[in-house]
């Protein structure tokens, strides 16, 4: 993203047309949260738990999808010092283990197709 490369450490984005009541609800807990020093990814749930306990009846993904943060690194403030990005481990085992089940399963239905086809 062009604004992530300028230098922000995060942004708010809306992949599809936002809910203006819900916006302008989302927004005001979400400012509140962050003024109360809550790291940004914890505001944004935070903020979604508080409308969803005073209107029940909007938890609909069409309300809550409608905005998604997207950070650099876990942010609470803003400082000029620059900070060391911890390693994200359990997305790399995540993805080491999904390679291999992958594998696995392909290996499996070869092996499944390659009987069926002897068999005939």
């Known amino acids: 993203m062009r604004i992530m490369s300028n ?3 995060s942004v708010i984005v809306s992949p599809s047309k936002a ?10 807990v979400f400012y ?11 505001a944004v749930f935070q903020a979604r738990n508080a409308f ?8 609909h993904p069409k309300y809550w ?8 690194r876990k942010i609470q403030y803003i400082s000029n010092e620059p900070e ?4 994200q ?18 290996r499996r239905n070869e092996l499944v197709r390659r009987l069926n086809a ?3």
Not at 89 to 106: F, K, N, P, R
């Open 7 to 9: 230098g922000a450490l």
């Open 84 to 87: 060391q990005v911890p390693m």
């Open 89 to 106: 481990w359990w997305l790399l085992l995540w993805v080491d283990l999904s390679a291999t089940l992958l594998g696995a399963w392909w």
């Open 52 to 59: 969803f306990k005073a209107n029940p009846s909007m938890r």
């Open 32 to 42: 509140q949260k962050i003024a109360e020093g809550v790291f940004f990814e914890d």
């Open 19 to 28: 809910d203006d009541y819900f916006s302008s609800e989302f927004f005001r």
């Open 118 to 120: 002897s068999e005939s």
């Open 65 to 72: 999808d409608a905005f998604q943060l997207v950070v650099s």
